[in-house]
């Protein structure tokens, strides 16, 4: 009787572990769906966003924090600030090249990419 509770316990929270593991995968397409979608309404940031930053900001693959993932940017956010997040994108920082590869971007452009991607 021991025997059979504890098998049966152990098949509950398998499957339990496995309802999560889907939940995760649902999160994560949504997430990326929302990321391909959102377009900033600033012509001029759009066009250079469309070249530019949008190849890996919403690409899983990349490891880079996806447009509109409002937790992940405010953590970033949090940790550097704006003004710090500039920076990292003018010097490069892991799978990011140096200016995100907008090289004609400035200051302004680069924090108005940030606040769309953030979607602050
Ligand atoms: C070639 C791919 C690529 C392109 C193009 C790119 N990024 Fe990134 N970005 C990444 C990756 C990968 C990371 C994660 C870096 C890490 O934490 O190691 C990242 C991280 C960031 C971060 C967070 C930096 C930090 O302090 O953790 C910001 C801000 C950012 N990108 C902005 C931009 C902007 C703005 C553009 C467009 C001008 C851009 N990125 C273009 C790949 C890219």
New binding site residues.
């Given amino acids: 009787m021991f025997r059979i509770k504890s098998v049966l316990l152990c098949l509950l929270s398998l499957s339990i572990l496995m309802i999560t593991a889907c939940d995760t995968g649902e999160s994560q397409k949504q997430k990326l769906s929302m990321a391909q979608n959102l377009v900033p309404h600033d012509q001029k940031i759009a066009e250079?966003?469309q070249r530019?930053?949008r190849?890996?900001?919403t690409v899983l693959a990349?490891?880079?924090?996806l447009v509109g993932d409002k937790s992940a940017w405010s953590e970033?956010i949090a940790?550097?600030g704006t003004s710090?997040?500039?920076d990292?994108?003018i010097n490069g920082?892991?799978?990011?090249?140096p200016?995100?590869?907008?090289m004609e971007?400035d200051m302004d452009d680069?924090s108005k990419?940030?606040d769309f991607?953030a979607q602050q």
């Fill in positions: 250079i966003y530019t930053c190849n890996c900001h990349t490891g880079a924090p970033l940790q550097s710090g997040l500039v990292n994108v920082k892991g799978g990011m090249p200016f995100g590869l907008c971007c680069f990419l940030i991607m």
